[in-house]
């Protein structure tokens, strides 16, 4: 969600900044420890696509195919939350499918990340339970927001930058004005 928007639906207050700040942050998908997460409770991942796993509006894996395929050995159970489309929910469904990876896609609609019941949805089509599930997201206005009000322990990640558009990358500059305001991590 844009910040106009979120100023344009009066959920400015959702911008209290521990809402923006994530429990741990990494430089990809592929830094997160997740033995310790497992060691930790933790049995579920919700996960953005674009700029965790994939490119901006694309589906090629390269970049997070064996850090998904490890976490689902490790046992993991996984879910992609994605403001999608409908058409790119489809892509995401059959990227994954073509990698032999046994992970569901959610579609965040009507409500949308960072709202919590986009969360909530995606957690309902694997059984997770909030105390229980990591998201991990490259984006800190929706991702990482929307993490923290569902009660979820929020991993962000950079992750791969040269793939962004122009205003994704204007949204991430405004993502880690954030991030620095709200005195960096939680841990």
Known sequence: MSLS???KTGTLALLHLPHVVPDEHMKTIEDINVNRLFAEGYRYALIDWEGTVA???GFDLSYSRSKLAYMRREGFEMCILS???EQQKKGMEASLNSEGLDIKVHRAFPEKKPFWGAYYGAMALIGASPEKTVFIGDRILTDVL???LAGLYSIHVTGY??????GI???KKMD???W???GLLKR
């Open 180 to 182: 620095y305001a709200g």
């Open 176 to 178: 880690n004005a954030l």
């Open 146 to 148: 929307g993490a923290n």
């Open 5 to 7: 928007a979120i100023v």
């Open 161 to 166: 930058p040269e793939n962004d558009s122009a």
């Open 169 to 171: 990358r204007l949204a």
């Open 55 to 57: 490119q901006y509006r």
């Open 83 to 85: 403001n999608c489309s």
